[in-house]
Structures are given as structure tokens and as C-alpha cells.
């Protein structure tokens, strides 16, 4: 068995998990920090909404579809003017950050707004007619009644965030991704590519069951 991985340095293994892990998870953040409140103007701005503005939500819309539509390795390679900008690097776990948020809040925006059309139009009516404001009836109302939603879709943006790190390994971003593409790829080292796979998969398995898990949880009426 060991012969099998011998081309596998474990420690690489391990400090190119944690580098993916990083970029995950500071990517996962901004993603939730820009995506969340965008996802809910679309929602309050979009048609038949409190707030129906055809403009604004024609305007946000564009946006979003544009950087929906641009494949992630595009988006990686246009970006580097604005990534050297914001962190001084275009590489390692830094420079890929902001094209990770970049392909992933419009992405995870539109699964917001998605989710919070599936709330009850009843709920926020019956809100209205109680007096609340609009802060509270988006975190009393909209927010608590489709959080299993909004849980699903973190869910699926973390995952699709792992294999956006994963190919953020083509410009030097490190991680899983980097090593099997110069080690598994490029130098043929099968064994290599079998490892950070597995890995990889893993990592998916973990996150989908753990979202699972919160979206029944929060589920229970």
C-alpha cells in the first residue's frame, strides 16, 4: 500500500487541506455577509414584493446573471487586476478569496431570494397588519420562517465553493486543487490525484450532511 503512495507527501497533503479549508471558510464568510442582504433586496425589490422597484431588481438582476454566466475560471483570470488591489497578491489562500466571493455571492444571492419566495405571503401580511416595521419584519418574519431554506442554500454554495478552490489551484492559489494539478496533472503521479480526490469528496460528504442535518432541525414545526 505504501508503495502505491509513494509520490504522497503526507505534509503537503495536510498543509494544502488546511490552505483549502482557509479559502473555504474566508470565502464562505464574505459570501454570506454580501450575498445575504443582496438576496433579500432582490426579494423586497423584485415583482409583487413590499418594495416592488422594476429598476433597481432589473438593475440587480443584470448583475447577478453576468457574474452567474462567466465561468469561474474566467472570472479567476479577470480578476487578477482587482485581487492585486484589494490584497496585494494574486496568490496563495489571499489572492483567491476574492474571485471565490466574487463567482459565489451572486450565485448564493439568487438562492436567498429563491428561498424567501417560498415564505407564505400570509406571514408577512399578517406582520404588516400588526404594525412592524420593515427591519422587523424581515428578521422576525422573512429570515426565521425561511431559514431552512437559506441553510440549504449555504449548503450548496459551500460546495460548489470547494470546487471553485479547486480550480483556483490553476493560478497558483494552493490548496487540494493546486497539488493535483502539479503533482497529479502535470507530473503524472496518479497517486497524488487519487489522495487530494478522496479528500476532496470527503469534504463535500461532511458539508452536505451537516447542512442536512440543520435543514431538518430547523425544519420541525
Known amino acids: 500500500m505504501m508503495q502505491f503512495f509513494s509520490n504522497v507527501d503526507w505534509y503537503d497533503i495536510w498543509m494544502a487541506t488546511l490552505d483549502t479549508l482557509m479559502m473555504l471558510g474566508g470565502s464562505m464568510l464574505f459570501t454570506i455577509l454580501l450575498g445575504l442582504p443582496l438576496g433579500i433586496v432582490l426579494f423586497l425589490t423584485g415583482p409583487k414584493q413590499m418594495f416592488e422597484q422594476k429598476g433597481v431588481y432589473a438593475l440587480l438582476s443584470f448583475c447577478v446573471n453576468i457574474l452567474r454566466s462567466l465561468p469561474f475560471i474566467i472570472l479567476l483570470i479577470v480578476m487578477i487586476p482587482m485581487t492585486l488591489l ?96 502539479r503533482y497529479g496533472y502535470q507530473r503524472f503521479q496518479t497517486d497524488v490525484m487519487i489522495v487530494t480526490v478522496v479528500l476532496l469528496l470527503i469534504l463535500v460528504q461532511i458539508l452536505q450532511s451537516l447542512g442536512d442535518r440543520l435543514v431538518v432541525h430547523y425544519s420541525r414545526k
Do not use: C, H, K
Not at 417560498?118 to 412592524?132: K, L
Open 86 to 181: 484589494i490584497t496585494g497578491t494574486s496568490l496563495g489562500v489571499a489572492g483567491a478569496i476574492p474571485p471565490l466571493v466574487a463567482g459565489a455571492t451572486p450565485f448564493f444571492a439568487r438562492l436567498v431570494e429563491t428561498a424567501l419566495r417560498e415564505v407564505d405571503r400570509g406571514i408577512i401580511e399578517a406582520t404588516q397588519a400588526m404594525g412592524a416595521s420593515t427591519r422587523q419584519i424581515i428578521t422576525n418574519a422573512l429570515l426565521p420562517e425561511a431559514r431552512p431554506g437559506i441553510i440549504a442554500a449555504t449548503t450548496v454554495t459551500a460546495i460548489t465553493l470547494v470546487s471553485y478552490t479547486a480550480m483556483a489551484g490553476v493560478v497558483g492559489a494552493g490548496g487540494l486543487g493546486d497539488l493535483a494539478i
